[in-house]
């Protein structure tokens, strides 16, 4: 028994991996093309200066476009502030946040590169790394980027949220997105998503004030997934299930769920594995 025991354990954990590794890249490569569309949408071209308009649209089309290629692979986080708010909510493992948290990072740093690369010396000086403008305090700075990403997280629970009338997450979440931009451009530059402040402030190395970039989004996700997820529409999960998403214990059940099926007849081998992946996502 111990054999086949330990065959069908190294099994389960590749199959896990597996479903990881991709959730990871997608991430990763979401994340950096966010960073590289958006971000670049906003570099000042003596030519031609970009519009609060057009950096709303861009980072809409940006958004949309991202969410839709990697929704089914990792649940289109592309934002660490994102993450968060899933992990408050009892929808994802703490070892899944980090790792997902890791490789927006990581995305967002390779797009920043990218974008830098590509772009003339005299123009990619600053990066169009987020700053508080000269008056607008940090405290003022903290409470827009809270508002800003607190209605950003409402809409993507609104639009991806199974009791809800179906939508596309890609165009919703788009729109959020762009809303904020619209404002929040004249205080911050506009942040919602620590990786997207994070990736051009460590190719340039300015940090200045780059802790408001952190503190505003993500206290915005806690409060927002706190108050979709406990007061708006309260879901009916036990201490005891909320307790094993945030180990990971509910992953590898969902895993070993997929295993057994060999002898049920299926359309598409791969369609229950990227259910079980898209529920623990």
Not at 2 to 15: D, I, K, Q, Y
Not at 145 to 154: A, P
């Amino acid at each position: 028994m111990e054999p086949g025991g330990c065959s069908l354990a190294r099994r389960l954990g590749c199959r896990l991996w597996m479903a990881i590794s991709k959730a990871l890249f997608a991430e990763f490569l979401a994340t950096g093309l966010y960073v590289f569309f958006g971000v670049g949408s906003a570099m000042h071209w003596p030519s031609a200066r970009p519009s609060v308009l057009q950096i709303a649209i861009t980072f809409n089309l940006a958004t949309a476009m991202v969410v839709q290629v990697t929704w089914k692979a990792s649940g289109a986080h592309v934002n660490p502030a994102v993450t968060l708010a899933y992990l408050v909510g009892s929808q994802i493992s703490l070892p899944r946040a980090v790792a997902y948290v890791a490789a927006q990072l990581a995305g967002a740093i390779v797009g920043a590169a990218l974008l830098y690369r590509v772009t003339p010396g005299d123009i990619r000086e600053t990066l169009e790394v987020n700053v508080v403008q000269s008056r607008v305090s940090a405290g003022q700075a903290v409470a827009v980027e809270l508002v800003l990403t607190l209605q950003l997280v409402l809409c993507v629970f609104a639009s991806t949220d199974s009791r809800q009338t179906s939508a596309s997450p890609a165009a919703m979440i788009g729109t959020s997105v762009a809303l904020g931009h619209l404002i929040g451009v004249y205080y911050t530059g506009c942040s919602m998503n620590p990786a997207r402040s994070f990736g051009p402030a460590v190719i340039v190395g300015k940090f200045e004030v780059h802790w408001v970039f952190w503190v505003g989004p993500l206290t915005g996700a806690v409060l927002a997934s706190l108050i979709y997820n406990f007061i708006l529409f309260p879901d009916t999960k036990t201490l005891a299930q909320r307790l094993a998403i945030l180990t990971g214990t509910s992953e590898m059940e969902k895993v070993e769920m997929v295993g057994p099926q060999k002898n049920k007849p299926q359309s598409n081998p791969g369609d229950t594995e990227m259910e079980n992946v898209g529920q623990i996502a």
